[in-house]
């Protein structure tokens, strides 16, 4: 039995992956193929934040909840629910100039997806009208990446065979059955983020705000998804 061996890509980490294997008799030719799925995405994700300082703790934070209460109720209005909003974190601090106590800041920050993704400029628009003073980034991907990987592994598999009717043409062989097929690296899930950073703190910046987000479309594109595969040819 000969063994040919054919890499085209580099393998990713490694993790548990699907094995299906039998017994050759004639010549292996093993292929290591990568299959791409690129679709316009259809979930955006905004980590926005509310930013407050005062002269105590308890008046940023005061400050801080109101503006995010505001802020929360208007992205129901936008029409989000429950379940696509989440708090990523709560934090007061001390601000100091030359070890001395100058103020404290307060800050919120939650993770809103928006499904309907051709309204993300909107949302954002709606965000800081009401005292979203803090956007961090917005990352395109799909509410359903598993569809998208299935079909980046029909790729891969249809890139293998293709190639292994290349290689047995060449050898003057007929493909005649797989043996084995692997899925030997982390499939990689298509997500691609922007980073839109806009922090204002005061009053008089904050009305500058809604001017900005407004001004910078989100453009959808598409995301690609990557999925490697090895596969093992029985050649005659």
Do not use: C, W
């Not at 920050?109 to 949302?123: D, K, L, M, Q, Y």
């Not at 097929?181 to 298509?190: F, H, N, T």
């Amino acid at each position: 039995m000969q063994i040919l061996k054919v890499a085209a890509f580099a393998v990713f980490a490694a993790f548990a992956s699907p094995v299906l294997a039998q017994e050759a008799r004639g010549t292996v030719l093993n292929v290591n193929a990568e299959g791409i799925s690129e679709a316009r995405p259809d979930l955006a994700t905004i980590s926005v934040g509310v930013i407050t300082q005062g002269r105590t703790a308890q008046a940023a934070l005061e400050e801080n909840s109101q503006r995010m209460t505001r802020l929360l109720e208007t992205l129901r209005r936008e029409g989000l629910a429950e379940r696509d909003i989440q708090t990523d974190s709560v934090n007061v601090g001390q601000q100091r100039r030359q070890r001395v106590i100058t103020n404290y800041q307060a800050t919120n920050s939650v993770r809103v997806r928006v499904r309907a993704i051709e309204t993300t400029g909107r949302v954002l628009e709606a965000i800081v009208a009401t005292g979203g003073n803090r956007v961090q980034r917005i990352v395109l991907s799909h509410q359903d990446p598993l569809a998208q990987l299935d079909i980046a592994r029909r790729n891969a598999v249809a890139e293998a065979r293709r190639r292994a009717e290349l290689y047995a043409s060449a050898l003057g062989s007929r493909v005649v059955r797989v043996i084995e097929v692997s899925e030997p690296g982390a499939a990689r899930v298509g997500a691609e983020q922007l980073e839109l950073t806009a922090t204002l703190t005061t009053d008089s910046l904050l009305d500058e705000l809604p001017q900005i987000i407004p001004a910078v479309p989100i453009v959808p594109g598409e995301v690609t998804t990557r999925v490697s595969v090895s596969v093992s040819f029985e050649l005659r």
